[in-house]
């Protein structure tokens, strides 16, 4: 079975559009989108303004964009986690879609045996959405954060309520003890999760200046348990920087296709990556990187 997975494509058409072509290319049975769907920013600039425009992409091209997908490729199914921007991801679900799943929190079993799971939350960032963020562990340090944050009112709600970063988050479940509320694979070795944090301390979360911005309860879950793949987005120049999209943790293959950020190749080629689930390892490709290095090498199908 045919995956194509990417992440953060933050509402960008083209992007979509890319995706769109590269499912018909792939012959992808299954699409995955790993979070950061919809637009970050409205055009007005308003923080206030964000959940209605997200509902707007939502309505005017992100629904209709997928039913054509389904309609007009082999893509079966549409797996979607949202990320730290998707204030609006509620809404997507407001009605149930055939072929589109919403995988947050979730778990869903395909036809082949293997295990999709979803899990969207990052640790805290810079950024003043905060509905999907969570207190790493109670050892983490936190970057600055920005005053006021935001998250929802509710889900039914166009409105954010303003918060304090630091007393919101500590109200909230740690990343370490929602990971432990997960749903549980059959067989781990079987299982695929989709996080939109990287774990922390490896090739997928590097950013500006060497740091690493991912999780720590993300890869002790992963060094725990040892699924057979784990899915990442979040850090969009990590691949650029650690000159790789893969990483290896215990027998646990970790990806990051990254997004955007691929010096010289501009911002309109899609970065994702295109597996055959039985035997990931061996089939798994991506649309501008080899495995080894930066060079280009196209996506083999």
Request: glycine share 8%; aromatic share 10%; with cysteine.
């Amino acid at each position: 079975m045919k995956v194509l997975y990417t992440s953060d494509l933050h509402g960008g058409t083209h992007l979509y559009q890319e995706l769109l072509e590269l499912s018909i290319a792939s012959r992808a049975e299954i699409i995955a989108l790993g979070g950061d769907l919809f637009p970050s920013f409205p055009p007005s600039k308003r923080y206030e303004d964000m959940i209605s425009n997200q509902w707007m992409f939502i309505d005017e091209f992100l629904l209709p964009f997928f039913k054509k997908i389904l309609v007009a490729t082999p893509v079966t199914q549409i797996f979607l986690i949202p990320g730290n921007w998707d204030v609006g991801y509620p809404y997507f679900f407001r009605d149930a879609w055939e072929g589109i799943i919403d995988l947050n929190q979730k778990k869903y079993r395909l036809k082949n045996g293997y295990e999709l799971i979803g899990y969207p939350f990052i640790p805290p960032s810079p950024f003043r959405p905060k509905d999907y963020e969570r207190v790493d562990n109670p050892e983490a340090s936190w970057p600055p954060q920005k005053h006021p944050s935001y998250v929802r009112v509710s889900e039914r709600s166009d409105r954010l309520l303003s918060v304090d970063p630091h007393v919101y988050l500590r109200k909230q479940a740690t990343i370490r003890e929602e990971l432990n509320q997960l749903p549980k694979p059959i067989d781990h070795r079987k299982a695929i999760f989709m996080m939109h944090s990287p774990p922390f301390g490896t090739k997928l979360d590097l950013i500006e200046g060497g740091r690493w911005a991912g999780s720590r309860s993300i890869k002790s879950f992963i060094e725990a348990n040892q699924p057979l793949l784990t899915l990442h987005g979040h850090i969009h120049e990590s691949p650029e920087i650690s000159g790789t999209y893969i990483d290896r943790i215990g027998e646990t293959l970790s990806v990051n296709p990254g997004q955007f950020a691929l010096s010289g190749r501009g911002s309109t080629e899609l970065q994702a990556v295109i597996f055959e689930i039985e035997n990931a390892e061996e089939t798994l490709r991506h649309t501008c990187l080899p495995i080894g290095g930066n060079s280009a090498v196209g996506v083999q199908s």
